[in-house]
C-alpha cells in the first residue's frame, strides 16, 4: 500500500483580532480550500493566531521593569519593559548576551525571548507584545471541541511555532500544543528488522507535524497561517505536546 | 491559491546492499507508487539506505581500541571497539555518561554515537556497524545526477537521519545533506505584514522536509526508507546542508 500524507494550508485566512472565533475562521479556509474534513485529519495553527484570538497582548506603557529586568536589558540591548515580560512568562534565563535571551519558559520550552516577538503585531494604542497562549495545550483541546462540533468528525489539532536551536542554524517548527495525537511515540522494546530491541526510544511526532505545517505556512507571512493533514496516522497513544518537554534534571544541556 | 505539499513513501523498497544501485531502487519504487516524477520534486532518502549502498561497514574485529576508547568504554559502559570507531568519526566528544555519547561528528553534526548504529543491520562475518556517509551532500548530488539523468528532470535530494535534541523530548528527523534545494532559507532584511523587520532572520527548510519525511518513513522498519516529495518549492537560493552545521564558536550550547 502507498502511503501518502497531504499538507494544505488553507487560503484567505483573514488577520486575526482578540476574541475572534478561530474555528469559524478555520472552517471558512477550509470551505475555500473545498476540502471535506474526516477524522483522522489534523489543523496545524500558528502560535500567533491562537495568541491574538485569546488577546495575550501586553503593553510596554502598562509595565513596570524590575531591577533585574533593567540589569539584563544593559547586556541584551532591549527595551528593560520587553525584558520585564520576558521575566515574567520564564522560569529560568539560561543564557543572555547582546541580543539573545533563552529562557525556559513557564512551560518549559526552551526558547528565546520566551516566545514573545514583535513581528506581524498591529500596534495600535502605543507598542505591544504578543505572549504565547496560557497553555497550548488547553487551547488545542477547545479547538478540536469546537472543529469536531463543526466537522462532526475527529480531528487532531496542534499549535506550532518556530525555535531556534543549539547546534544547527535555521529556524524549524515545534509544536507547542495538541490534541487527540499521540505527540510524543514511544517505540520502546519495538524489535528492529533483525530482532534486536531499537536504540531510539521515543519519537517527536508532533514536532515533524509542526515543521512539515511550517515548511508551508512560511515566515514573513501571516496570510497562511492553517494547515490542513490529511493522511496522518498512528496506532500511538494519545498524549499532550507537554510530553515533549524535557524536565531539566533529565537534560544534558542546562 | 491553495498551495499543498504531498509526501508518498515509496512502495517496496528492497533490503539496500554495497554496491547497490539506489538510482534503479528508487525509480522502480516511483513505478510501483505510479508517480509522475516532475521538476521541483524532491527525494528523501534516508541515511541508512545511503550509508548502505556506499558500503560504510566497519567490523568491530578489524578495531583495536586506543586507550581513550577504553576509558570511555568504563564510563559509557559499551564495547570500546564501538566507542573508537566512534571516535575516529569525531571531532570532539560534546558529553558522555552512562549509555550516552554526544559527540561533534567529523562533518559538524552534534549528534550521539556520530550516527552511528546497530539497529537494522544485518551481521554477517563477525559484528558489524554503519557509519554515515562519507560526505553525505556528495552523496545527494551524485543521487541527483543519476535521478535527473533516469528522469529527464530537476530534482531535489536529501538524506535524513533522526536526531536527539537538547529540552525536548523524542527524535526528529533532519538532513546530513542535500542536492538541489535551498536547505537554509535566509529572510534577513524581509519586512513583516506591518512593516518592521523580521526578528527570525533563517528557516533550517531542508530540516523541515527531513522531519516531515522521516514521518512517514517511521523509525523501526527500515521497509519506507524512500520518499517522495511534491509541491515544496522556493524562490530561495540553492545551498547545501552543510550550511545547517553552526560552527561552534557561534554556538551558545558549546
Same mark, same amino acid.
Given at each position: 500500500m502507498t502511503r501518502s500524507i497531504t499538507y494544505t494550508a488553507l487560503p484567505g485566512i483573514p488577520r486575526v483580532g482578540p476574541d475572534d472565533d478561530l474555528v469559524r475562521i478555520i472552517a471558512d479556509g477550509v470551505t475555500r480550500a473545498e476540502i471535506a474534513v474526516a477524522s483522522g485529519d489534523v489543523f496545524v495553527v500558528a502560535q500567533k493566531i491562537v495568541s491574538k484570538a485569546e488577546n495575550r497582548y501586553v503593553y510596554l506603557d502598562d509595565v513596570s521593569p524590575s531591577d533585574r529586568a533593567l540589569e539584563l536589558a544593559k547586556t541584551v540591548g532591549k527595551d528593560p519593559r520587553h525584558i520585564e515580560v520576558v521575566l515574567s512568562e520564564?522560569?529560568? @534565563? @539560561?543564557r543572555s548576551r547582546q541580543n539573545v535571551m533563552i529562557v525556559a519558559h513557564r512551560l518549559g520550552f526552551v526558547m528565546a525571548n520566551a516566545g @514573545?516577538?514583535?513581528?506581524n503585531i498591529e500596534q495600535d494604542r502605543g507598542h505591544r507584545v504578543l505572549l504565547l497562549p496560557e497553555n497550548p495545550d488547553d487551547s488545542c483541546e477547545r479547538l478540536k471541541a469546537g472543529l469536531d462540533r463543526h466537522f462532526g468528525v475527529n480531528v487532531g489539532v496542534l499549535v506550532n511555532d518556530s525555535f531556534g536551536r543549539p547546534w544547527r542554524n535555521g529556524v524549524v517548527g515545534v509544536a507547542l500544543g495538541t490534541a487527540g495525537l499521540p505527540a510524543l511515540q514511544s517505540i520502546i522494546g519495538k524489535p528492529d528488522l533483525f530482532g534486536r530491541p531499537m536504540?531510539?526510544?521515543? @519519537?517527536?511526532v508532533a514536532d515533524e507535524l509542526a515543521a512539515a505545517a511550517s515548511l508551508l505556512m512560511g515566515?514573513?507571512?501571516?496570510?497562511?497561517p492553517v494547515v490542513h493533514v490529511r493522511g496522518f496516522s498512528s496506532p500511538a497513544r494519545i498524549n499532550a505536546a507537554s510530553a515533549l518537554v524535557r524536565p531539566k534534571e533529565q537534560d544534558l544541556f542546562r
Open positions: 520564564s522560569s529560568e @534565563i @539560561i @514573545i516577538d514583535e513581528s536504540q531510539v526510544t521515543e @519519537i517527536a515566515q514573513a507571512a501571516e496570510g497562511q
